[in-house]
């Protein structure tokens, strides 16, 4: 391991997005006397009466949930997007705007209130892979669909406002940003190399060895040399495959098993049920040539000391970038102790 990248400050360039990130690894020396985050540790009941997503409630619509048993979908009574949006444009001097359509859907993994997919089954985490796959495929044969995100925020600290373990999928006629930053690198390494970026990364990584958390015969999963949340984890299948629909049903139990991995670390990491975003980046649904992508799942934990100490993107990483203090290696030691 390079010693001076856990002594000083420094940059570290991230591959996919063509950024950089500061990191500081003195600074996790230093005394803490900012806000402290409640902690929840309530138990909750594997049905809730209260709760919008339980099996067989009514939702704020007036629909009424079946009696599902594994993963229920529905279409988002709030949706960001809407599928009957007008189509139009601004273009005045610097004022512009574009219309955007896009259809949102919820995804309950489990009946049971009380869970997250860290307390899930293998097999039942493989419904919500299995589910993933199907919607990815029908949103994305929609013509006015050419991307199709496919999210979770876990936990009230990340502005989840309902604790029954879902996820979202938003999908939208254009690529979001952070799509096109990776679209960019991802095809302009490509073109050179005849190689997937990932796949190249992922070799580096192995003989590394420094940031590698757990492996299975189909997955790796890692901190990210760059990344910018302090135990921040990306999922990256070891084959090519361009988005979810391409693994097989072994792949996806694969995969299953590597959120299981993962997930259940993060909540001994500081005994708490770990909050995160969680997403997968993988090729767009606008029927171009997307061999240049190679999918993947990223974690984003914002908590940095402890289960009440959580990381602030404010002051300089809002006016300058990204900045981390422990080190990618140091977070990565840590997770990997803990499977």
Same mark, same amino acid.
């Given at each position: 391991?390079?010693?001076?990248?856990?002594?000083?400050?420094?940059?570290?360039?991230?591959?996919?997005?063509?950024?950089?990130?500061?990191?500081?690894?003195?600074?996790?020396?230093?005394?803490?006397? +900012?806000?402290?985050?409640?902690? !929840?540790?309530?138990?909750?009941?594997?049905?809730?009466?209260? &709760?919008?997503? &339980?099996?067989?409630?009514?939702?704020?619509?007036?629909?009424?949930?079946?009696?599902?048993?594994?993963?229920?979908?529905?279409?988002?009574?709030?949706?960001?997007?809407?599928?009957?949006?007008?189509?139009?444009?601004? $273009?005045?001097?610097?004022?512009?705007?574009?219309?955007?359509?896009?259809?949102?859907?919820?995804? &309950?993994?489990?009946?049971?209130?009380?869970?997250?997919?860290?307390?899930?089954?293998?097999?039942?985490?493989?419904?919500?892979?299995?589910?993933?796959?199907?919607?990815?495929?029908?949103?994305?044969?929609?013509?006015?669909?050419?991307?199709?995100?496919?999210?979770?925020?876990?936990?009230?600290?990340?502005?989840?406002?309902?604790?029954?373990?879902?996820?979202?999928?938003?999908?939208?006629?254009?690529?979001?940003?952070?799509?096109?930053?990776?679209?960019?690198?991802?095809?302009?390494?490509?073109?050179?190399?005849?190689?997937?970026?990932? +796949?190249?990364?992922?070799?580096?990584?192995?003989?590394?060895?420094?940031?590698?958390?757990?492996?299975?015969?189909?997955?790796?999963?890692?901190?990210?040399?760059?990344?910018?949340?302090?135990?921040?984890?990306?999922?990256?299948?070891?084959?090519?495959?361009?988005?979810?629909?391409?693994?097989? $049903?072994?792949?996806?139990?694969?995969?299953?098993?590597?959120?299981?991995?993962?997930?259940?670390?993060?909540?001994?990491?500081?005994?708490?049920?770990?909050?995160?975003?969680?997403?997968?980046?993988?090729?767009?649904?606008?029927?171009?040539?997307?061999?240049?992508?190679?999918?993947?799942?990223?974690?984003?934990?914002?908590?940095?000391? !402890?289960?009440?100490?959580?990381?602030?993107?404010? +002051?300089?990483?809002?006016?300058?970038?990204?900045?981390?203090?422990?080190?990618?290696?140091?977070?990565?030691?840590?997770?990997?102790?803990?499977?």
């Amino acid at each position: 391991m390079n010693t001076d990248l856990q002594d000083f400050s420094h940059k570290r360039f991230n591959i996919l997005t063509g950024e950089w990130v500061l990191v500081s690894p003195h600074r996790a020396k230093r005394p803490w006397q +900012g806000q402290n985050e409640a902690v !929840s540790n309530e138990v909750r009941p594997a049905y809730d009466p209260s &709760c919008y997503l &339980c099996a067989g409630n009514t939702r704020i619509n007036g629909e009424v949930n079946p009696d599902y048993k594994d993963v229920f979908v529905f279409t988002n009574d709030f949706a960001a997007l809407q599928t009957d949006s007008k189509t139009f444009s601004v $273009n005045n001097g610097l004022f512009k705007a574009e219309s955007e359509q896009g259809i949102c859907k919820v995804i &309950c993994f489990s009946p049971d209130h009380s869970k997250s997919l860290a307390d899930m089954a293998v097999e039942d985490i493989n419904k919500v892979v299995t589910t993933w796959q199907k919607e990815y495929v029908e949103l994305g044969s929609n013509d006015t669909i050419n991307y199709v995100q496919i999210f979770e925020n876990k936990g009230a600290v990340m502005g989840c406002s309902n604790p029954h373990p879902h996820g979202q999928i938003w999908s939208q006629s254009t690529l979001p940003n952070e799509i096109l930053k990776k679209e960019k690198e991802q095809k302009e390494y490509y073109a050179k190399n005849k190689r997937s970026l990932l +796949g190249d990364y992922l070799q580096q990584e192995i003989e590394a060895n420094e940031r590698i958390i757990y492996t299975n015969e189909d997955f790796i999963v890692l901190t990210p040399f760059w990344a910018v949340w302090p135990f921040e984890v990306m999922i990256v299948p070891k084959k090519q495959y361009n988005n979810i629909s391409q693994i097989s $049903n072994t792949e996806s139990l694969a995969f299953a098993d590597a959120i299981s991995v993962i997930t259940k670390a993060y909540d001994k990491l500081f005994n708490t049920s770990f909050p995160y975003s969680s997403g997968i980046h993988q090729a767009p649904t606008n029927g171009k040539d997307n061999s240049h992508w190679h999918w993947h799942m990223s974690f984003y934990p914002p908590l940095l000391r !402890s289960a009440t100490v959580k990381k602030f993107m404010v +002051g300089y990483e809002m006016f300058g970038s990204p900045q981390r203090d422990i080190t990618a290696e140091q977070a990565a030691s840590r997770l990997r102790y803990l499977i």
